[in-house]
């Protein structure tokens, strides 16, 4: 097999299987919050519920697909866009296992961490073109609320980066042969893990959405297709923020016995489910709360992580 | 200090406390296949009974539709050849019927009841106004063994005043005169 030919066939795998999880999340998402409050969850269509997510996007295939009229009928039809193409693309850099990556670039970290700052022009743009008080503001708490945390989410990863001595995921990976960074990069995980939440706008840090103020913030004008385009975005993301947690703390594809690419998936999936674990029991702050923790207390924090690890890592003399 | 880090360890506590509900017992009632115990006084479909001797119960005398306050029960009077009143017909409109209770308590021959059966759900809205044939039941309901026609002082086919239970004779008012 010539070289292009793998990769093409690298890539159609890894969009089909991330489609193909972001509707099984759905599912996966509401059971387990179910599972949480002593209920069932959809469990009537097919075995276990399973096919829930099929007639979910069924009905959403067929509702519909209505532009507000004062909407601006063209940056309302692309936002939604915008966000499942930054965190697909993200995902060209992630090695899901030695060999099994679209591209494993040298700055592989950076792309991420831009892919991720670009996906809040989803939020914004969308926000704005539906002309709605409730999704403007909405998207101005996006905005505020991305902005502040990707400051400390670069910064956090800073630390790995020192450790591994490379931007590259692979590398990184590698450099946790003898122990994964969540052992000597505890804060800096911490913090990254919090800043991720914030950049995938999950409860508690749900406010741009925030249902009992906002309505359903930026996507409260979208219906159809583009209202399931922005949650498949969502669910990509939390699987794009979990698989880079497994890449950077958890040691990526290393573990015994089973194959690496099995090693990669089963930590991927117990992140998302703690995602959707503090979902079901973490309560969400108020919003002038959410600024000052990123700016007060977790840019200081990541800010000191970072001296730290520089001076210790100075002081072993590499 | 102390303060700040118990309420940070409060959230992994309360993340646990989460978790263990996953093997707690389920709250949910699978419905269609599993049935909610439902009390005996429970507010549901109404239904007309009848005295232990197997005649309608009643005396239409318009309580409940005149206490009903969604005007959901029509009827109409009338008296058979005994003399007994008893409705002619006996409308419930389940569609407008909000199972307040209010003609159960109204009525005065324990005739009209609640039950507890709410699976009425049909497809025509038409189908959802019962007539008397549909209302009527064979049993007693709630009042086994009380009949109003063997208590009430009103004469009627085959029994006098005077004649009912716990009920003497009517006195004849010109053989107390001095």
Redesign the interface.
């Known amino acids: 097999m010539s070289e292009g030919m793998r990769y093409a066939l690298i890539i159609v795998i890894v969009l089909a299987a991330l489609m193909s999880l972001a509707g099984l999340l759905i599912w996966v998402e509401r059971r387990l919050l179910a599972?949480?409050?002593?209920?069932?969850g959809p469990n009537r269509v097919g075995p276990f519920g399973l096919l829930q997510p099929a007639a979910d996007i069924v009905k959403i295939l067929f509702k519909q697909d209505w532009i507000p009229p004062f909407a601006d009928k063209v940056v309302f039809c692309l936002a939604p866009l915008v966000i499942v193409a930054t965190t697909l693309t993200s995902f060209a850099v992630v090695v899901f296992a030695p060999g099994i990556a679209v591209a494993d670039l040298n700055i592989g970290l950076l792309f991420f961490l831009a892919m991720s700052s670009l996906g809040v022009y989803s939020i914004i743009l969308g926000g704005w073109s539906s002309d709605n008080k409730y999704a403007l503001l909405g998207s101005l708490r996006a905005a505020g609320q991305m902005l502040s945390y990707e400051v400390f989410m670069g910064l956090s990863l800073m630390g790995v980066v020192m450790l591994a001595g490379s931007f590259s995921l692979g590398a990184i990976v590698e450099a946790q042969r003898n122990v994964w960074f969540v052992i000597p990069q505890f804060l800096g995980f911490v913090i990254f893990v919090i800043a991720g939440f914030a950049e995938t706008r999950r409860i508690p840090f749900d406010l741009p959405e925030s249902e009992n103020e906002l309505v359903a913030g930026y996507h409260a004008e979208y219906s159809g297709m583009k209202f399931a385009m922005f949650f498949l975005g969502e669910y990509i993301g939390i699987t794009l923020i979990s698989a880079m947690i497994v890449t950077l703390f958890f040691g990526g594809w290393l573990g015994p016995w089973l194959p690496p690419i099995v090693w990669f998936i089963i930590k991927t999936l117990i992140g998302l489910c703690v995602f959707i674990?503090?979902r079901?029991?973490?309560p969400r702050p108020r919003y002038d709360q959410l600024m000052a923790f990123a700016w007060k207390l977790m840019l200081p924090l990541s800010l000191l992580n970072l001296l730290v690890t520089g001076a210790i890592l100075v002081a072993r003399g590499n | 200090m102390l303060s700040v880090l118990r309420s940070i360890w409060s959230?992994p506590q309360?993340?646990w406390?989460?978790?263990l509900?996953?093997f707690?017992?389920?709250?949910?009632i699978?419905y269609p296949e599993q049935k909610a115990p439902l009390p005996p006084r429970w507010r549901g479909r109404i239904i007309l009974s009848r005295d232990p001797d197997g005649g309608e119960r009643c005396v239409a005398c318009y309580l409940c539709s005149v206490v009903c306050p969604v005007d959901c029960i029509a009827l109409q009077a009338t008296t058979d050849e005994t003399g007994r009143r008893y409705p002619e017909w006996f409308r419930i409109n389940f569609s407008r019927c909000i199972f307040c209770g209010f003609c159960e308590e109204a009525c005065p021959t324990y005739a009209i009841q609640l039950t507890p059966d709410f699976e009425m759900s049909e497809y025509q809205r038409a189908a959802m106004v019962y007539e008397k044939e549909d209302l009527l039941i064979s049993g007693v309901g709630k009042y086994p063994g009380y009949s109003f026609w063997h208590v009430a002082g009103v004469a009627i086919g085959g029994k006098d005043k005077g004649q009912a239970e716990r009920e003497k004779p009517p006195v004849d008012v010109r053989s107390l005169l001095p």
Request: aromatic residues 12%; positive net charge.
């Open positions: 599972v949480w409050q002593d209920r069932y674990l503090v079901a029991s973490l | 959230i309360s993340m406390g989460v978790f509900h996953m707690g017992r389920r709250a949910t699978q």
